[in-house]
């Protein structure tokens, strides 16, 4: 069976700090792959999402990129974290060219900046 | 484009009534529909999902939904809520293959 496993779990950083988590697949090839910001109490922002090896494509203007180096494992990364990149972050992944099937998410990352 | 309207950002229920939680969607063509629970500090869990099979679609938990295309809807549904239901609830549809669309969620207390 496919897992995803994504961490850290929770991370304080301060202002201006780097950032790098990462998310990967188990179970499963070529699939595409996801970063969603979430902010207290609101619903879900797509940042990134991938369809193959080093194809990646942003959804918002930000502060925050992605990579892809491996199939199964994408990460988001910051040079200099915002104080507006707090949030809750959660990878998720979906089979290749399938509509009609869904996505499957990680357990989050909660990045609070100080 | 595809978008999704979730009414009513908050939905309060007493344990033991019945839970509904609305979804509408618009798009030309019927889409695929899916529906989430996030319970706090946790990825969302998928509920169950709508790909143009049978209209009433069940779902883990208790959960059902029905899709009435002349509606445009996809409301879930639980005949009995349970305290262990109160979470975050999301309404997805997907027709492009790379990207879901999700509405912006409902609370959901369970009053005992």
């Known amino acids: 069976s496919q897992t995803i496993h994504q961490w850290p779990a929770t991370l304080v950083q301060p202002v201006g700090s780097p950032l790098s988590l990462e998310c990967t697949v188990e179970?499963?090839?070529?699939?595409?792959l996801y970063w969603y910001r979430q902010a207290a109490g609101r619903g879900l922002q797509l940042l990134f999402y991938?369809?193959?090896?080093?194809?990646i494509s942003s959804e918002v203007p930000q502060n925050l990129s992605a990579s892809r180096p491996q199939d199964r494992q994408f990460i988001l990364s910051s040079k200099k974290l915002l104080l507006s990149d707090s949030g809750f972050y959660l990878c998720?992944?979906?089979?290749?060219?399938?509509?009609?099937?869904?996505?499957?998410f990680g357990d989050g990352t909660r990045l609070s900046i100080l | 484009a595809q978008s999704v309207t979730q009414l009513g950002s908050h939905v309060s229920v007493s344990e033991g009534a019945l839970v509904l939680l609305r979804c509408n969607y618009s798009?030309?063509?019927?889409?695929?529909l899916f529906w989430y629970v996030q319970y706090p500090n946790q990825g969302l869990q998928l509920l169950l999902k709508?790909?143009?099979?049978?209209?009433l679609v069940k779902g883990i938990n208790g959960f059902e939904a029905e899709f009435k295309k002349s509606e445009t809807s996809f409301h879930l549904t639980k005949p009995s809520a349970h305290m262990s239901d109160a979470a975050e609830y999301f309404c997805a549809v997907s027709r492009t293959g790379n990207q879901f669309y999700f509405g912006t969620g409902t609370s959901l207390t369970v009053i005992p």
């Open positions: 709508y790909t143009s099979a049978a209209t």
């Open positions: 991938s369809v193959g090896i080093g194809q």
């Open positions: 798009s030309s063509v019927p889409p695929y």
């Open positions: 998720a992944w979906s089979l290749t060219g399938r509509s009609n099937q869904p996505q499957h």
């Open positions: 179970g499963t090839s070529n699939p595409n």
